[in-house]
Each structure stands twice: as C-alpha cells, then as structure tokens.
C-alpha cells in the first residue's frame, strides 16, 4: 500500500473532522438501539436524552447490561473524541506515540487513528502479551 506522510492541508483536515463527527453520530445511534434492544423499560427515557459522554456520565449505570453496551463502543468514542480534541489543538494527524505523520491511507479508513501503523501493531503486540 502507498504510505504518504505528510502534514496535512486545512481542507483535508475539514473533511476528516466531518467523518469524525458522522462517526461519533453513527457510534451514538448504535448505543441508543444496542441499548433499546437491552436494557429495562425504565431506563430507556433516560438515554433518549443523552448525547454525549458528559450527559452519560452524570448517570448512574447501575445495569450491568449498559456497560456492557457501552464498553464495547467507548474505546471508539475515546478515540474519536480524542481525534477532534486533536483538530483543535492542531495536532491532528500525528502519531501519539512517534510524533510522525500517520499516514493518509490509513487515516482516510480510520479518521480516529492516534497510531501510526508501526507504533500501532508494535502496541498491540506489547498489549498481547
Ligand atoms: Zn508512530
């Protein structure tokens, strides 16, 4: 695969925050239904009126059932959020770990990636052990 790494134009850094932002709508929904199909009657008014991590956090998760849901869609909203914190500071597109340009080919399928692929499967392969 082609690697281009370089600092990335303004335009397309607007085009990443927007598929970040469809992503972060997109895992949203899928917590909201994961958890309709899940969870007690009594809870479900309650997460209509969340959209964000912060509202999240307010509640009391006391079902074992919701942070089941959760758990599995948090890392992704992690680093999702963590990719349009990165925008605002201007440091969008670095690797977290090494500092270099994550690669656009890489980026254009995962707008959230905080890893350049080398750092990333070097990490995971210390996390497997
Ligand atoms: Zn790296």
Redesign the pocket.
């Known amino acids: 695969m082609k690697k281009t790494r370089r600092p990335l134009t303004k335009e397309e850094i607007e085009g990443f925050k927007n598929k970040l932002l469809e992503l972060k709508e997109e895992i949203w929904k899928k917590i909201a239904r994961d958890l309709k199909e899940r969870v007690k009657e009594e809870y479900q008014s309650i997460l209509n009126d969340i959209h964000d991590e912060e509202e999240l956090a307010q509640i009391d998760l006391q079902e074992e059932t919701i942070l089941g849901v959760l758990d599995a869609r948090r890392k992704e909203l992690e680093a999702i959020t963590q990719a349009l914190w990165r925008i605002e500071k201007g440091e969008y597109g670095r690797?977290?770990?090494?500092?270099?340009w994550?690669c656009l080919e890489r980026l254009k399928v995962r707008p959230q990636a905080l890893?350049?692929l080398?750092?990333?499967d070097e990490l995971e392969r210390i996390q497997s052990v």
């Open positions: 690797c977290l770990n090494c500092g270099d994550i890893y350049c080398p750092c990333k």
